[in-house]
RNA sequence: GCUCAGAUGGUGGAACUGGUAGACACGCAGGACUUAAAAUCCUGUUCCCGUAAACGGAGUGCGGGUUCGAUUCCCGCUCUGAGUACCA
């Protein structure tokens, strides 16, 4: 019978289905392998042909390491909660849960139909209660944990409260809140229950904080910094705002330095690792403090005393009458000619001068109005404004003035730097603008033109290091300000706490409740806290999050509750309402977890997906330990696999697992962008649009509109002018000026989606070709790694391609026949050629090759005319995992039980088939290539030497003259110097 | 601005550690089969000179270098894409 891929893919989705084929197993003697993909958000419009190209990559890698004997885990699930599902509940008030569902049904039909090996039995969806469950789980955990940088890792906070009543706050070293407190063991003991909790919120990994917050009043939520671009909710589009707000956080800074150094262990694109790197943004520096001298008042002294200088200080304690800035060049210090503040930083007030103060709050408004994006904009220029004010330089008692700016970000560091015009760029044009002292601190400085920041040279203007290098003086320095109390040593992070709630509703419930304005968590045993229903997925009319609208939803104390816990509430027992098991209402936590929650630790779930006791068995997590293979996309680098990154270091400190990185190689398949079409409408005189569409080529002529045109109808960028006219109604009578008959489009490479009418559907394709093709076609386009458009003009080479090894199987009437007839050399030697190409290939990603080499392959058994069990049966194997269908189909053909393919052996490869006698030598004179002379490859360089000297047509091109030098390379090549 | 990736025929791309540049496919041109079309098959297809072939010349973004030999390594530049952005 003639390849009939629609019928043959049919039978095998529903085989694999119904035997299960591709179940992992627990328990095996073969060694495990962990292919896995980014899980999808099952967004309403379906897949496009785009989504599959990783998942094809993976299923072909799966598929490989099932015949190469492994025991092979590849996952499938959804991250289902999310915005949009959320958005469609809030137009039409359909339950969020529901549009999921049905959205979950189309994806699973899109991928079953492109017959991907996913082990289903193991499906995960992070709006599922059973999953949820112990992600609330998790937050439990991250909740009753601290940092203890001394051991460096996370550990329970029992063992700090242990600490606490033994030794008070001395001797703990801890990522926490800035202002903590310092207590004895006896003053601890006598704070109140609910002041030690406020004091233990300090500590735990996650924690309530008031933070400014990126909010975006449209969406009606916050946004996490990599959700929002230049201003705007990545999602939408919607203006976001900072804005104060309790929020939930994670202390993801207290993994900062290990996110880093773990980059190093693991095989990941390096452009992915230095994004990550950037993130975190590690400065090693020092933190330097410049007393300051009070504002003069206006008297007759000019000169301020110390003690008054202290009164400037509004906060009192570290820093009484200083700034600290934070620098990276502590050498540079003899250099600083005057100190910059940022225009928010809490001692603008204070330092302002009467005389100043109207500038100063000129400036200030000026910079309030600029929006981000302005202040990008302005990236070149700087402007400021001076306090008034001065200050002390620690190591030469220098007086220097103080000034505000808005290039100094009150975010980071200490928001207030030290400027050295020499040796910084922007401290450089500062001081031209405002007239400020520049002085050169390094003998061979150039700063004619520009700041220098060189570290070669010595120093010169600077006291006690001049004359040193850069690394002497670095030290230096920074000893001598440790010395004086002025400075310490300082590592720096760009990498913010993660904000971890969202005041929407359709997102996994915190499981914590408030008594006393305290959160407290809900018991293990209560868990999962489900998500109740609303009347309406917005925010109420108070401001509050969608859940506040859920009727009846508070916790009750449950009268079960552990020993430990009854003590902490022995206080309140007074105040509880009688009866069994009445403890009185609590308002829950009112905002729910952001997209990134339920995907931080997903991997582990599919190793043990029907646990109710735990995430995951102890068992199944010393099985499969982590992921072997990732494969996703890039735009992920700073949030999910940064988050991910973290909670599993995080739950490797509390043993629950048991590697530090959880996805040891990670390939980033690139993005097929669209490829949209236009038409040109044409514009009369008055402006307005008419009904006159110009070809492309013509366009210069007049004076035109581009309009999105539906790719489905053009083809070879030629518009199908019957198709467009019934396009849409308002076509309907288009007239049309053309270029030789024809109506050409235009074409803009852009990214897929449908409102640029470019988006190309997997399910027409795979009608009309069949998903081996698919499959195939998507691997053929080019390199995994790289980003292209789609372009679907090769695709009938992949299916003339899978005819063709249809055919080698069959007559010419179309009648199975393959003979058992022992193989020939020839034969042997192009089976033999694959089996190794596709194993290299595949090893290294590069699939786009081996489809050729298939290709080259399936042409040269064509030329041999082989239809010999002994070659087929192997070929059949080897191309299994691109085109698993007509492998399939084949392999029962050739007689062996349904459904084994998958698991059959990887044919061997033997290299003794691909044993030549002669090479035909490429010959150049001088690089360039002349002929090729057949050369038996058991003779020797010199023999070869003198073999093709003697050669009539090498003679011909010596032209009598005797060559300089011959170079031969054994099986490369000839080459002659003249 | 900085960081990273990339630039090869009409198109997608191949050439893995320096060794025959353009594999494989698309497209295009010509041909076979056919009343015709579709499908299928065959031939050609980097560019230039030449009637065609032989033959000759140029050629992997641009300019230089190293080498017997460079798409590959080094230096400088141009352009494209991605990320990031006053990070002290």
Known sequence: MDYQFAAIEKKWQKF?????????????????????????Y??????????????????????????????????????????????????????????????????????????????????????????????????????????NKTADKAEPISKLVEHFEKYGSTGIDAVCDEEVLSFTADEWRALSDNDKQAELLKYRLTYLRESTVNWCAALGTVLANDEVKDGFSERGGYPVEQKKMMQWSMRITAYADRLLKGLD????????????????????????????????????????????????????????????????????????????????HELVEPLTTPGQKTTIEAYINQTKKKSELERMAEAKTVSGAFTGSYAINPVNGEKIQIWIADYVLAGYGTGAVMAVPSGDQRDYLFAKQYNLPIIPIIDIQNIETEADPTKEGRYINSGFINGLTYKEAAATVIAKLEELGAGKAKVNYRMRDAIFGRQRYWGEPVPVYFKDGLPHLIEEKDLPLVLPEVDKYLPTESGEPPLARASNW???????????????????????????????????????????????????RYMDAHNDKEF????????????????????????????????????????????????????????????????YRLIDDAGQG??????????????????????????????????????????????????????????????????????????????????????????????????????????????????????????????F??????????????????????????????????????????????????????????????????????????????????????????????????????????????GKTKINLNISLSLESKDIEAFVLANADVQKYLDGKAPKKVIVVKGRIVNIVL
């Open 42 to 147: 099952p967004s309403g419009a379906g897949l496009h042909v785009g989504h599959p190209l990783g998942y094809i990559a993976s299923d072909i890698f799966a598929r490989y390491k099932r015949l190469k004997g492994f025991n092979v885990l590849h996952p499938m699930g959804y991250d289902s909660f999310g915005l949009p599902a959320e958005q469609y509940a809030i137009q039409t008030g359909q339950h969020p849960a529901i549009t999921t569902e049905a959205n979950i049904a189309t994806y699973r039909r899109q991928l079953d139909q492109i017959g991907f090996s996913f082990d289903w039995s193991r499906e995960v969806r992070t709006s599922s209660p059973d999953y949820y469950k112990w992600t609330q789980w998790i937050f439990i955990q991250l909740f009753n944990s601290w940092y």
């Open 616 to 679: 995951a068995s102890k068992q199944a997590v010393e099985y499969w330990k982590n992921v072997d293979l990732y494969i996703g996309g890039s735009e992920h680098a700073t949030g999910h696999l940064l988050y991910s990154r973290f909670w599993n270091k995080f739950m490797k400190d509390l043993d629950l697992v048991i590697e530090e990185e959880p996805f040891k190689k990670l390939i980033n398949q690139g993005h097929i962008q669209g490829r949209s079409n236009f038409v």
């Open 817 to 926: 026949n393959v003979s058992d007839e022992e193989p020939t050399k020839a034969e042997l030697k192009s089976l033999h050629k694959i089996i190794r190409k596709v194993e290299e290939d595949v090893d290294r990603f590069s699939f786009n090759t081996s489809v050729s080499s298939f290709m080259i392959a399936v042409n040269e058994l064509t030329d041999l005319k082989c239809n010999k069990r002994a070659i087929l049966q192997d070929m059949v194997i080897i191309l299994s995992p691109y085109a698993p269908h007509i492998c399939e189909e084949l392999w029962v053909l050739l007689g062996n039980p349904a459904g084994t393919l998958s698991y059959t052996p990887y044919p061997k490869f033997n290299a003794a088939y691909l044993i030549e006698d002669e090479f035909a030598y490429p010959i150049s004179i001088n």
């Open 265 to 344: 262990t693991i095989d990941w694109p390096e452009p992915l690792k230095e994004m990550q790197r950037n993130w975190i943004g590690k400065s090693v520096g020092a933190l330097v403090k410049f007393r300051i001298i009070a504002p003069p008042k206006p008297s007759p002294v000019g000169r301020a005393s110390e003690e008054s200088a202290a009164k400037v200080s509004p906060t009192g304690g570290d820093l009484e009458g200083a700034i600290e800035v934070f620098t990276t060049r502590a050498d540079t210090i003899f250099g600083t000619t005057f100190l910059v503040i940022a225009p928010e």
């Open 16 to 40: 694999w289905a119904e035997h299960q084929t591709f179940k992992a197993e627990d328990k095996t003697t073969k060694p495990k392998y962990y292919v896995l993909d980014m899980f999808p």
């Open 554 to 604: 508070k916790y009750q104390a449950s009268p079960k509750s552990s020993p430990k816990e009854r003590t902490l509430k022995e206080g309140e027992a007074a105040s509880l309402s009688f009866g069994e098991g009445r403890g009185e209402a609590y308002e829950y936590e009112l905002s729910t977890m952001p997209g990134w929650a339920g995907s931080s630790w997903y991997w582990y």
């Open 690 to 815: 008419t009904n006159t569409f110009i070809s492309h080529g013509l366009i210069k002529q007049y004076k035109t509109s581009p309009i999105h045109v539906d790719v489905n109808i053009v083809e070879n960028d030629i518009l199908d002018i019957n198709k467009f006219k019934v396009w849409r109604p308002e076509y309907k009578n288009a007239e049309f000026i053309l270029e030789n008959g024809k109506y050409v489009c235009g074409v803009e490479i852009e990214k897929m989606s449908k409102s640029k009418f470019n988006v190309v559907n997997p399910d027409n394709l795979i009608e009309r070709y069949g998903a081996d093709t698919l499959r195939m076609y998507e691997m053929f386009l080019g390199p995994l790694e790289q980003s292209k458009p789609w372009n679907t003009n090769g695709i009938e080479g992949v299916f003339k391609f899978l005819r063709k090894f249809w055919r080698l199987f069959h007559d010419d009437a179309w009648n």
